[in-house]
């Protein structure tokens, strides 16, 4: 859930970490160039991959364009669920957590189901796993509005516990239609729930990060959830998660430039 399984990741763009690249300067410490959204998040979280230097790209990379009429099939999906009592998890929570983020994103995150904070604001990863995911997302070069976030349940679970296979069950179908309506080149798992009820199979997510699996056509990246990074916050484990988002975000330029 945001709240429960938990990772960063995220990486620079490819190519980035490891070089002799530079941040530029002004004499009294301030950037001369308008440093885009995200980067010194990026910066962040590659300092603690131990990356001592970075390169500002001078073109911007690149940036979702939505489809004509694009939110459109997106907002049809939120109207058919409505004030949704299909379950009981309508019973305990504050608000439905549809979901956030571009609605003809390349790229989308599916994690586990909202946490405490997510209920109270309404929003995916709001929390300290969904600061973490912003830092990932980042790290790849892109922001939050670029990629499309969403959850296997919409509702928070009570004491933060896995969704039941009834609750799953009842909820599928609209994150389905979501994924149709958006249209993403490719998609990440964050954890084992979410790649488990994706793949239709048992998944430890220990052993199955980093692979790149399938749902319905498209690419699927496995990777350890926002929440599970917080957790064990290794520089092994951020090495690995940085690894698998460089991979996706690779394929995903690919497919557009294809």
Same mark, same amino acid.
């Given at each position: 859930?945001?709240?429960?399984?938990?990772?960063?990741?995220?990486?620079?763009?490819?190519?980035?970490?490891?070089?002799?690249?530079?941040?530029?300067?002004?004499?009294?410490?301030?950037?001369?160039?308008?440093?885009?959204?995200?980067?010194?998040?990026?910066?962040?979280?590659?300092?603690?991959?131990?990356?001592?230097?970075?390169?500002?790209?001078? *073109?911007?990379?690149?940036?979702?364009?939505?489809?004509?009429?694009?939110?459109?099939?997106?907002?049809?999906?939120?109207?058919?669920?409505?004030?949704?009592?299909?379950?009981?998890?309508?019973?305990?929570?504050?608000?439905?957590?549809?979901?956030?983020?571009?609605?003809?994103?390349?790229?989308?995150?599916?994690?586990?189901?909202?946490?405490? @904070?997510?209920?109270?604001?309404?929003?995916?990863?709001?929390?300290?796993?969904?600061?973490?995911?912003?830092?990932?997302?980042?790290?790849?070069?892109?922001?939050?509005?670029?990629?499309?976030?969403?959850?296997?349940?919409?509702?928070?679970?009570?004491?933060?516990?896995?969704?039941?296979?009834? @609750? +799953?069950?009842?909820?599928?179908?609209?994150?389905?239609?979501?994924?149709?309506?958006?249209?993403?080149?490719?998609?990440?798992?964050?954890?084992?729930?979410?790649?488990?009820?994706?793949?239709?199979?048992? +998944?430890? *997510?220990?052993?199955?990060?980093?692979?790149?699996?399938?749902?319905?056509?498209?690419?699927?990246?496995?990777?350890?959830?926002?929440?599970?990074?917080?957790?064990?916050?290794?520089?092994?484990?951020?090495?690995?998660?940085?690894?698998?988002?460089?991979?996706?975000?690779?394929?995903?330029?690919?497919?557009?430039?294809?």
């Amino acid at each position: 859930m945001a709240g429960h399984e938990q990772v960063p990741g995220g990486g620079a763009s490819p190519g980035s970490s490891g070089g002799s690249a530079f941040l530029r300067g002004s004499r009294d410490g301030g950037m001369t160039d308008p440093v885009r959204p995200g980067v010194l998040e990026q910066i962040r979280f590659l300092h603690e991959l131990g990356v001592d230097a970075l390169r500002l790209p001078g *073109i911007p990379g690149p940036v979702v364009t939505a489809k004509a009429g694009a939110a459109g099939p997106l907002e049809a999906v939120r109207r058919d669920l409505g004030p949704c009592t299909r379950c009981a998890l309508s019973e305990g929570r504050k608000n439905i957590v549809f979901g956030v983020g571009h609605p003809s994103a390349r790229l989308m995150f599916i994690g586990e189901g909202p946490g405490e @904070e997510e209920d109270r604001q309404g929003e995916p990863f709001v929390g300290r796993a969904g600061k973490l995911l912003d830092r990932m997302i980042a790290a790849i070069g892109l922001s939050r509005e670029q990629v499309y976030i969403a959850n296997i349940v919409k509702c928070r679970p009570p004491g933060n516990r896995n969704p039941h296979d009834d @609750e +799953i069950a009842t909820c599928f179908g609209f994150l389905v239609a979501q994924i149709e309506a958006i249209q993403p080149q490719a998609l990440v798992a964050l954890g084992k729930v979410a790649a488990s009820v994706l793949l239709q199979e048992p +998944i430890a *997510i220990t052993r199955a990060r980093g692979q790149m699996r399938e749902f319905r056509g498209i690419p699927l990246m496995l990777t350890f959830h926002p929440a599970y990074l917080l957790r064990q916050y290794t520089r092994q484990n951020r090495q690995a998660v940085y690894d698998d988002l460089r991979q996706v975000k690779a394929l995903v330029d690919q497919a557009g430039s294809g």
